[in-house]
Nanobody, 127 residues
Framework: VQLVESGGDLVHTGGSLRLSCAAPRYTLEDYAVAWFRQVPGKERERVSCISGTAGQTFYVEAVKGRFTMTSDLTKNTEDLIYLEMTNLREDDTARYYC??????????????????WGNGTEVTVSS
């Protein structure tokens, strides 16, 4: 499963960004899709997860109320999974990755459970 992230940018504190993850068509029928982020020298950390075509979403506490994960399954050739990020803070600065797993998000969407990863997109939040 090839995943391609886009949308990363340099933004000011309090700003917003929308990240996109392009996945092959029907990916969400077989996989849950999760977003992770990583800064140099630290472990990759969970951000959010969306389960299946019903679109049930899960968020870690640090991003609840600020980040929203959605999907667009109307395209003919790909599934698009978005991460809408608002009220960005400097500690949101990281490389953001999308990944897929055959497990439901309810299993905790740990990095070790992911089956496929994208290459990431860089988000920098600066005051």
């Amino acid at each position: 499963v090839q995943l391609v992230e886009s949308g990363g940018d340099l933004v000011h504190t309090g700003g917003s960004l929308r990240l996109s993850c392009a996945a092959p068509r029907y990916t969400l029928e077989d996989y849950a899709v999760a977003w992770f982020r990583q800064v140099p020298g630290k472990e990759r950390e969970r951000v959010s997860c969306i389960s299946g075509t019903a679109g049930q979403t899960f968020y870690v506490e640090a991003v609840k109320g600020r980040f929203t994960m959605t999907s667009d399954l109307t395209k003919n050739t790909e599934d698009l999974i978005y991460l809408e990020m608002t009220n960005l803070r400097e500690d949101d600065t990281a490389r953001y990755y999308c990944a897929v797993t055959e497990l439901s998000c309810t299993f905790g969407f740990h990095a070790s459970d992911m089956d496929y990863w994208g290459n990431g997109t860089e988000v920098t939040v600066s005051s």
